[in-house]
């Protein structure tokens, strides 16, 4: 089954090259953002998932993660990009924690050569939009062209096809073969 979803987002590839919807979600809102915008581009998902769990009860995530910050630490990664070269750009989701990505998604930018692609942003957050996560991005990767990202708020992921098909639209993104009208009827 995984062959033929293979086949079918190689056909919807458009000019713009191979398309990475790459994703790290505590919660389940970002995953959803990442499942459409990899739905209308016909790209490959990915998800970046750490070897250890954060906990599930929100106050003891909250600590543990600000912790991370403190240290500045790099949460090990138990998922890998084995093709990481035949990806042009690269949609990279998260949630905003404490006012840019989750680490993790800064031990993923760490793990490979980003120069030439082009990585497009999108998180979801609970007030701070984009935060210092755009900024970030570019401190890590200074060859890749960072490109204009998309902020949702977490409340609104589950509506949110619209908007990141229109996101895609900008970015040149939006794979002629999908069938929005499907998900998104006037
Ligand atoms: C540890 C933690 C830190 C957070 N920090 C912020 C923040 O600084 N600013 C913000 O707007 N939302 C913050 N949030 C809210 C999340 O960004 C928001 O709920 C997001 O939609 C969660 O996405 P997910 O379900 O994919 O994990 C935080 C959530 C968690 C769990």
Request: charged share 30%.
């Amino acid at each position: 089954k995984e062959k033929a979803e293979d086949t079918a987002r190689q056909q919807a590839e458009g000019d713009t090259g191979k398309v990475l919807v790459a994703f790290f979600s505590y919660g389940g809102n970002t995953r959803k953002l990442a499942e459409n915008a990899a739905r209308y581009t016909g790209g490959d998902l990915f998800r970046i998932e750490t070897e250890k769990s954060y906990a599930e009860d929100y106050d003891t995530c909250l600590e543990e993660t600000a912790r991370e910050m403190e240290q500045n630490a790099r949460p090990a990664l138990t998922t890998h990009v084995e093709n990481m070269e035949e990806y042009d750009v690269v949609l990279l989701g998260f949630p905003i924690w404490w006012g840019s990505m989750p680490m993790a998604v800064n031990t993923f930018l760490e793990e490979y050569d980003f120069e030439g692609k082009i990585i497009a942003p999108f998180c979801t957050h609970g007030g701070s939009g984009l935060g210092s996560s755009v900024t970030d991005i570019e401190k890590l990767c200074p060859d890749a062209e960072t490109a204009d990202g998309l902020a949702v708020y977490g409340s609104r992921a589950d509506q949110a096809g619209e908007q990141v098909a229109e996101w895609l639209e900008k970015l040149g993104l939006y794979g002629e073969n999908q069938d929005r009208e499907e998900e998104i009827q006037e």
